[in-house]
């Protein structure tokens, strides 16, 4: 994958010494597989969409492939020969996600040696996806509504204002309406945010493309060469389809990515398949008292449990839990373990 020209963004040459600019790296094709027709009436909404300058906010689970809708949006605009830029909004602590976001100037804070752009600049011209947008903090919330309002950021530390040009796709697996009646999300930013509302449809209600799904995985992926050739046994894909797969499509692709490391021979047969998978009933066995543990080293032990039955799937892991996302990324930065389970952001020319 290469670097696209970001100079267009890039302040006079005697500043770039001293500015950090984010790598926006063009993501590899990732085509949406499908057959079933309520992805049929999806897709049809995304080309209506696409071409319009309005925002979008999709809704939907977690692992139901939402920044694969907002991809694209952007690949068939008239943004589609600039950047498309993802942030995860959950993934990062308030200070560092507006830096960012906005970017910083120099010594804007203890650590900042140099001018730093951010990812709503590095957009510039193209599309700014924030995914887990319900997880904004007020401050920034207010922050984002004044951007989207006036056009312009202000860098952390900075007093000129600089104009942007993005186009904003929003995705959650919350129910936002209600995050506004409890006070949690404020309202005039979520109907600036929501002009256009799509959703994506979980796995179980569409269970006619797990087929087809399958074989795309098996047949690419990074452990792509090692399942080439393999197939699924009838049975082990009766087993496949009855499953209702509550991490969706990103649990399904998880799964094929196991079998094709783990399975032995040419056919995939049921004694492959995981056993959560063939007995959906299976529940991890919890551990007796043990005297030599305290309650914060045995919360640590089941959080990182959770992560590691959900796969990494943190919105899984925390909503299983009883827990907000955000007190699942606290807890991870407390235990040391959060660059273990980090999720990046992306960007794409």
């Known amino acids: 994958m290469s670097e696209f020209d970001s100079s267009s963004f890039l302040p006079s040459s005697s500043e770039q010494s001293q ?15 499908y057959k079933s027709e309520i992805m049929r009436q999806l897709m049809r909404m995304v080309e209506r969409v696409a071409p319009s300058h309005a925002t979008v906010l999709i809704l939907g689970e977690s692992g139901t492939g939402k920044e694969l809708i907002a991809q694209q949006i952007h690949k068939n605009s008239n943004r589609r020969d600039k950047p498309f830029v993802a942030i995860n909004c959950g993934a990062l602590r308030e200070t560092l996600l507006e830096s960012e976001l906005f970017g910083h100037e ?10 730093k752009i951010g990812l709503a600049e590095v957009a510039n011209g193209g599309t700014l996806f924030l995914d887990e947008i319900g997880e904004l903090s007020p401050g920034i919330q207010s922050k984002l509504l004044r951007f989207l309002q006036e056009g312009e950021i202000y860098r952390v530390g900075g007093k000129d204002p600089v104009k942007v040009d993005i186009r904003l796709v929003s995705a959650t697996n919350r129910e936002l309406e209600k995050e506004v009646v409890r006070g949690n999300f404020r309202e005039d930013l979520f109907y600036r945010i929501n002009t256009i509302m799509v959703q994506t449809p979980p796995l179980r209600r569409r269970k006619e493309d797990i087929v087809l799904l399958v074989e795309h995985f098996l047949a690419t992926g990074t452990n792509g060469i090692l399942g080439r050739g393999r197939q699924m046994n009838e049975e082990s894909m009766k087993i496949m389809m009855k499953y209702d797969w509550p991490g969706n499509i990103r649990e399904l692709q998880n799964t094929c990515e196991r079998l094709q490391i783990l399975s032995d021979g040419h056919m995939i047969m049921p004694n492959d398949l995981p056993e959560t998978i063939r007995n959906p009933e299976y529940k991890a066995i919890i551990e007796d008292y043990d005297p030599t543990l305290s309650i914060h080293e045995l919360e640590k032990r089941y959080i990182l449990k ?14 299983a839990l009883g827990i907000t996302i955000k007190t699942l990324y606290n807890k ?18």
């Open 19 to 33: 500015t950090l600019v984010p790598q926006a790296k063009i993501l590899e094709n990732s085509p949406i597989v």
């Open 106 to 115: 120099r010594g804007a804070f203890t650590g900042a040696y140099a001018r």
């Open 306 to 319: 959770a992560l590691n039955y959900f796969e990494g799937n943190k919105t899984q892991a925390a909503n």
């Open 332 to 349: 991870l930065h407390e235990y040391g373990e959060f660059d273990k389970y980090a999720v990046h952001s992306r960007t794409k020319e």
